[in-house]
């Protein structure tokens, strides 16, 4: 009579799961490098709003390039000493002194740095967070050839010649909530190749990822409560209402001109008339039966709508409500509220703490906002790296 063992039926074996016993042995020695790598990080270099680059934090090592230029070098000294030719010494002394002079002008070309954050501009999920970083060059040399960005993101190829650049950078925001970028990578391959130079910075900075907006129309009934329902909304009154879009047929005194003056959009003002105060409410029992994620998306896709509409609006959400009001403050606040409900966190590095994150100056997460404010004295640099020519 034979016995099956559970655990080598589970695809378990010595307490170790099969799947793992078929990885790779070099990806596991890679995997266990680089935790250690990332905690050594965190150790010796902690988050903060502002870093400079020494011989403290850039770290160097011959790209492949440089590896097989050494091994050339090592066979021509193999060969001189055999056959004791002189001209061979010379070729491989004369690439040898190259090869250390590279190490040396690529490390001063990332040495001597320093990198900011600014401010941080938030999205809606499926989009990308902006993160202004301020790059300066403290020696006042020419720094060419630096290659900036979040591994796996979008990266920016500059070159420092005395000009301050505020650069901005994206960050794909897959989800709700706070997003944590993690450690940016600042490297360069100049002057030939040969060697890489990069560092690792970490602002301990974060952004404000909204929910993906689920068009919708608004509720019908969400227009009116029980103290206003004797409210009438006409198009001529003593007490402005809101803005509708232009409809043909709209009386040219009913439009409001300055608004089209400023955006070009035709919008035709409402009055309202009868006692009380119209109040439109989003609520979140408007939505019954629906997960929650998905209400978080209808109430942001509510919230955009009566925003354009120039109304006041208020939202009702579990643990919070905010009484009608309208503006981008009102706005801001009701979408990083549903950001966070529930405090999910999009988190590819360490959590930021508050004394770093006050420091920062990332003041702003509203992604309405068409740029970053201009840095005095800055060149602002928006272009994806393209190929190097180094």
């Known amino acids: ?93 004369l690439l040898g002194g190259m090869f250390i002079g590279c190490i040396l002008a690529t490390f001063r070309n990332l040495a001597g740095l320093r990198l900011a954050i600014g401010r941080v501009q938030g999205c809606h999920a499926g989009e990308h967070a902006q993160f202004e970083v301020r790059v300066q060059a403290l020696d006042g040399r020419v720094h060419h050839g630096i290659v900036v960005g979040w591994p796996g993101e979008e990266q920016l190829a500059i070159e420092l010649a005395g000009t301050p650049l505020a650069l901005s950078l994206g960050f794909a925001a897959r989800r709700r909530g706070r997003l944590l970028p993690g450690r940016l990578l600042i490297e360069t391959t100049y002057p030939m190749g040969l060697l890489r130079a990069w560092s690792w910075v970490d602002f301990a900075c974060e952004a404000i990822i909204f929910p993906q907006p689920l068009t919708s129309p608004l509720p019908p009934d969400s227009t009116t409560d029980d103290a206003t329902r004797g409210q009438q909304v006409r198009a001529d009154g003593d007490d402005l209402y809101g803005l509708r879009e232009y409809r043909l047929g709209d009386v040219p005194r009913a439009i409001a001109w300055k608004r089209f003056a400023s955006s070009g959009q035709l919008r035709t003002k409402e009055f309202a008339s009868g006692i009380g105060n119209t109040q439109r409410w989003l609520d979140w029992q408007d939505l019954p039966g629906t997960r929650i994620e998905e209400r978080l998306r ?7 709508v009566a925003a354009r509409a120039g109304r006041p609006y208020g939202v009702r959400i579990p643990g919070a409500r905010f009484e009608p009001a309208s503006g981008d403050a009102h706005r801001v606040a009701v979408l990083t509220a549903l950001a966070l409900y529930g405090e999910p966190v999009d988190r590819h590095g360490p959590a930021p703490s508050a004394q770093a994150a006050n420091a920062s100056g990332a003041a702003s997460d509203d992604p309405s906002a068409d740029s970053l404010p201009g840095t005095p004295g800055m060149e602002r640099v928006q272009m994806p790296a393209s190929t190097r020519p180094w």
Do not use: C
């Open 1 to 93: 009579m034979s016995s099956t063992d559970p655990a080598a039926s589970a695809g378990v074996i010595g307490g170790i799961p099969e799947a793992r016993r078929r990885l790779d042995p070099l990806q596991r020695v890679r995997a266990a490098f680089e935790r250690r790598f990332a905690a050594w990080l965190k150790a010796n270099h902690p988050a903060r709003p502002q870093v400079d680059l020494t011989q403290r934090n850039v770290f160097i090592f011959p790209t492949r390039q440089g590896l097989g230029l050494s091994l050339v070098i090592g066979m021509l000294i193999i060969g001189a000493i055999n056959y004791q030719n002189s001209l061979i010494y010379l070729l491989a002394f």
């Open 298 to 304: 209808r109430l942001t896709g509510w919230v955009l």
